[in-house]
């Protein structure tokens, strides 16, 4: 078991395939990576590391990007990843409604889709690309719920420009009968770069929730809150300016070309695996990760 200093359990692993993706969106921050390095690890170096993770009882893992299904080997890696309880994915959805079902055997058991616009216009802007993309989003996410990679999570990155559409989204689950099947997620931006001076005040819609929704859970993992409005399960996920969500905190990244990322906030405190490394150097590396963890709002 791998506990740092603060008395933090490390039960899940975030691990970037790739930094490449076909979409350019307007707040993305390339989940947390430093940008410099271009190579990527191969499925034997991410087995190598996942095995020694997975050993040290890590049992949950969640395959991220740049856009993971950009890469042809991304099947072939989730197949050769053994021994974990859940292994979930996060997509822009792209590229999924040919690969749901592929992924499903492969063995992947839930995923993520970022759809944070219903509207193809804004999908455009939002997204900086084709707004008939959206139409193939859709349909990945159908393709997701019927391949049983459930439950899907929508995640929905809260923007002034589509702070109005909740309720669409609501109606949409509840117009495809998606209930049971499919989870709304509402993300609170993180603007690292203050690029967003009108932020979304999640703080509201989270007072919105609790006057007019179901409270019916508070999740271990970051102290999500989840709520049951119209039928429809919609959590809450607010990173930013929040001590119980560092707090809580459970999860070890790990980058596409080979770092370990204790802080999603911070890249002063990586840790290089080296090409080559036995399973000996990478537990070392992981414990060296694991001391290096310190919650980033600590001092408020």
Known sequence: MLIDRYGREIRSLR?????????????????GQPLEGKEELSVEAMTKICRVFN?????????????????EDCVEMISSLIGFDEISMTTNGVFLAEKAQDLKEAG????????????????????????????????GL???????????????????INRDEIGDFVNYIRKNALQDKVVL???????????????????????????????IGIRRTQNRRRYLYRGVEIETVKPVDNTAFCAACSRLRLTA??????????ND?????KDGASEEEIERCIKEAVKRREPYYKGR
């Open 15 to 31: 691990a970037s395939i790739t930094k490449r993706c076909n979409l350019d969106c307007i707040y993305c921050h390339n989940d």
């Open 55 to 71: 050993r040290l009882g890590v049992k949950k893992m969640k395959i991220s990007g740049g856009e993971p299904l950009i890469r």
């Open 108 to 139: 992947l058991d839930r995923i993520n889709i970022s759809i944070d616009t219903l509207k193809r216009d804004r999908y455009s802007k939002i997204t900086r690309s084709s707004p008939n993309i959206l139409s193939k989003v859709k349909e």
């Open 142 to 160: 159908k393709e997701a719920v019927e391949a049983d990679l459930t439950p899907v999570k929508i995640n929905m990155v809260l923007l002034e």
């Open 185 to 215: 997620q509402l993300i609170e931006l993180i603007d690292l770069n203050g690029s967003f001076p009108n932020k979304v005040n999640t703080n509201e819609i989270e007072g919105f929730l609790m006057e007019n929704a179901k409270l």
């Open 257 to 266: 070309d080979g770092f370990l990322k204790p802080c999603l906030m911070r």
């Open 269 to 273: 405190n990586l840790v290089k695996i």
